[in-house]
Each structure stands twice: as structure tokens, then as C-alpha cells.
């Protein structure tokens, strides 16, 4: 059954306090923050068939695979990322620890292991770079300077704009020392070694930037996120949208999917609600929108709405994140019987990550600049019971749009011949590299399935098919003006782009969209347990 009611069976009324553009987990948790805590009436609209966005889960014949969600930190009990999520969900999602070795890196042949445990970690890089006890310390100082002033640079969005206009530069000052700097620049002037930064950089895809070209703030954020380890949903991702959505139709708001929000309406400066294609109109004096600040200010707005110009121009000035390949495979043994485990894989050709990114973006046939495997199954305890004898795996490959761009406007699963054999080509070096890292899949793969950039553009509605909303860049935390409040009156943005990049950054950036429209700072209400 899918999430949320289609637009064509709901019977909504065109009035509403709020309307969420986008059921994202950033949409859905404005949505019920606004709905729990401000007695909001909420409509939330998604353009895809089903709510979520990349908490979304997709299933074939035997098999099913979270799109977005891979593995999330900072989940054991009491942590304060767990008491947040618990809060969103009312409980009702469990998390099940992954192996203390969460995630395993080869570089260009040599093997590092990410392993549960700050000083475990630590304790780790001194043993494989010895020499070098003195930038390995300097580069857990700067993490941890990172986390401590994270709280002030993000406080700064959710504040009233009057207060963030005296004290935003001095709260946003002692982050932005490292945020304004790349990962790279960080760990050279730490003087790490070419191998100790490309260890100390191997988790990079999951914010989508090699070390040259991503902020070290964003870097610090991931890597600190998983010290403690790795936690999954277990039962898979959608459980989580599931358990929101279930709560704002019970509370009186709606998700509905299969809507497409075409223009949000501005009326003598102020928002006054949405029209969809189609022309139909949901009123609102709120505007809250998931759909990341390129579509929101560069295509729902009209190109003179007062204020919104200088704003998007400097979004346009932005790059997208990146794209990505994934080969979504399904196998005819179960886990336990392949002797795969919860680990993720991550390969490397070599140390140089910012040389592999160039090289593959210039020609596809160049080796892939990093590759990551998944076994979903092997992490949800419940899989086994949902398909009996069946395991699941994910390739995935950081890719540039522009090889895809010339199939944007083609229909999906229209594409054409030469779309399908570029496809096959792939998939079938993905599949290479999934049967080289756990040789017992060979034979035993029953379903094959490729996206590309042109496919997340599909789903999601991101114009060069990112998956993380704008690029972690220097750039993008030094833009002042990228956060919840925007320059049109009752219109806000939530997501990656109001916070930061990934699940949780899109949930903190729904916290923050609410916490402004409500005038009511809910940073900690959220990580308070409720009592329904």
C-alpha cells in the first residue's frame, strides 16, 4: 500500500493554514512540527505517487531496496539524533545496530576499517599511519571544533530574522573558520599524507564532494555523525514516512501525491497558496517548500516577485550536487547464506579522490571514481520474513550529469536504444565490482536493475538529478541568505538546502523551517520524548 491518498481520490478543501511543497523527510517533519506543535492544518503535496522522497522504498517481485537511506548515525538509545526521530515517529520505527566494522574502505588495494568507537577509530589510524600521531589528533580536534559550533551557525536560521540581522555574523563566525575552507586545504595544513587524507577522506560520497571541492564543515559533520557507528530502520526506510504521515492524517492534515505544484502564488507581496498543474489552487498564508531552493526560487516563483532576484542568482551561482548511479540487485540466496554481512564497502582506484572524480567525469569508460556497496538485506533484520530466502544489494557510483543531460525531457522507461546499451555497459561494470568485493553473488543475482541521473530527476523533480540538494561547498554555507526564511513573506524553505546535506540535515532542516514559522524555537522540544 502506498503512502499517502492520490490527488484524483482525495477530498481536500481549498483552504489550509499551511501547504508543504514536497513530502521529503525536511516537508513531512515541518509538516507535523507545525501540525503537533502549532495546531496547524497541513496539506502536504507530492509530485511523485508516493510520499517520502529518498525515505521512499521501491519493490519488485521478491525483492525491495530504500532508495536514500543506507545507513544513519547517532541512533543508540538516548542519543540525541535517536530522541528526534523517535519524536518525528512517535516511536514507532526501530533501529538495528550494524556491524562494529560499519564501513570498510579499499584504496587502490589496501584495506582500512571504519570501526565503532571514537578512540577505537583513532586507535586505528595511529596503528596504520604511525608517523603521522600529530595530524590524526589535530584532525579529531578539528571535528570536534566543528560539532561545537555547529549548534550556534544553525541556532542563526531558526532565530527572528531582526535578532539574526545583529547577532547572525558573530554566531556564524567560529563555524564558518572551518566551514570556508575545503576538506583538502584542512587536511594538508594538518599535514597529513597523501594516504591519511584519502583514508581520512574515504566516506566522501556520502556527502557527494572529494576533498578538494568540499567544505571541511560538511566533511566533519559526516565523519563525527558516525563515530559511534551505524544504526537501520529496521523494516526499511519508509517506515519512517509511514509513521509521519500516519500521524498528520490522524491529527487532521493530508498528504497527497500524484500533485504537482506548478506556481506558488504571491499575492501584493505575501504568499497566498499554491496552483497546480492542472490550475487547481490550495489557499494558504504559509508556504512551506521541500522542493530545494533551485526549483523553488528558479521555477514556482514568478521572475518578478519582489525580493527573490538577488537570492536567485546567487542560488544559480551554486552547483548542483552530484548525480549517482545505482545498480538495484536482487539475490536468490539469503544473506546468511551468501555470508554477506551489514558492512558497507566503499573502493577506491587510488588515493587521489579529486583526480578519480575529474577523470570519470570527463570520460565514462574511466575507471569509477569510487564505488559503494550496500546489503540492505543483511542490515534489516525483518527482510528475511517480508521475502524468505531472498537477499538484497546496492552499486553505486558517484556520476556527473552531463553524459545524461541530453535524455532530461525523454520519458522514463522511454528512453531509446542508445540510453539502454549506455545502461547495460554500466550496470555491467557495477556488477563487476559488487561480484570482485563478495565473489559468493556470482550466479545468484535474479534482479538487475540501473538509475541514473535522469532517473532521480524523474522522482525527485532535481534539475540535473542531485541527490543532495546544492553542493557542499564553501560556497554554499558562506550564502547567508540560504536557510528557512526567505524574502517573500510566509513563504519558507525546508530540506538539505534550509540545514544540510543527507536524512538527518533535511530533518533538522524541517525543525528549522518550523521553529521560524512559529516563532518558537523547537530544537530541543524535538529531542524531548513525548508523551502522546
Known sequence: ??????????????????????????????????????????????????????????????????????????????????????????????????????????????????????????????????????????????????????????????????????????????????????????????????????????????????????????????????????????????????????????IGSAVVTSAEVEEIVVEGGKVGGVRLAGGRVFRAGTVVSDAGAGNTFGRLLAADVAGVAELRGAVERLPASTGHLCLYMGLGKTAEELGIVGTNLWSYPGYDHDGNVARFAGDLNAPFPGVYVSFPSAKDPEFVQRHPGKATAEVIAMAPWEPFARWAETRWQRRGAEYEELKAGLAGRLRAELERRAPAVAGCVEHAELSTPVTTRHFSGNGEGEIYGLAATPERFELRGLGARTPVAGLLLTGTDAASLGVVGALYGGVIAASVALKRNLMGVVETPRRD
Open 1 to 250: 500500500m502506498g503512502i499517502g491518498v492520490p490527488l484524483k481520490q482525495a477530498s481536500l478543501e481549498e483552504s489550509w493554514d499551511v501547504v508543504v511543497i514536497g513530502s521529503g523527510i525536511g516537508g513531512l517533519t515541518a509538516a507535523l512540527m507545525l501540525a503537533l506543535h502549532g495546531g496547524k492544518r497541513v496539506l502536504v503535496l507530492e509530485r511523485h505517487y508516493e510520499a517520502g522522497g529518498f525515505t521512499h522504498t521501491f519493490r519488485r517481485p521478491g525483492f525491495d531496496w530504500d532508495v536514500g537511506v543506507h545507513y544513519v548515525g547517532q541512533m543508540g538509545e538516548g542519543a540525541r539524533i535517536r530522541r528526534t526521530l523517535d519524536h518525528l515517529t512517535g516511536g514507532e520505527v526501530r533501529w538495528a545496530r550494524m556491524p562494529e566494522v560499519y564501513d570498510r574502505a579499499e584504496i587502490g588495494g589496501e584495506r582500512f576499517d571504519f570501526v565503532a568507537g571514537r578512540e577505537r577509530l583513532r586507535d586505528g589510524l595511529r596503528a596504520r599511519f604511525p608517523q603521522e600521531t600529530r595530524a590524526i589528533d589535530g584532525y579529531f580536534r578539528a571535528v570536534a571544533a566543528v560539532k561545537r559550533w555547529s549548534g550556534l551557525y544553525y541556532g542563526e536560521k531558526a532565530i527572528p530574522a531582526g535578532v539574526a540581522r545583529v547577532l547572525g555574523g558573530m554566531l556564524r563566525a567560529p563555524y564558518m573558520h572551518w566551514a570556508h575552507r575545503t576538506t583538502g586545504q584542512v587536511l594538508r595544513g594538518l599535514g597529513a599524507s597523501r594516504e591519511l587524507a584519502g583514508v581520512l577522506a574515504a566516506q566522501w560520497g556520502d556527502y557527494g564532494l572529494p576533498p578538494g571541492k568540499s567544505s571541511f564543515a560538511m566533511h566533519a559533520t559526516v565523519a563525527e555523525h558516525y563515530f559511534d557507528g551505524a544504526w537501520y530502520p529496521v523494516g526499511g526506510s519508509a517506515g519512517i514516512a509511514r509513521s509521519v504521515v500516519g500521524q498528520l492524517e490522524r
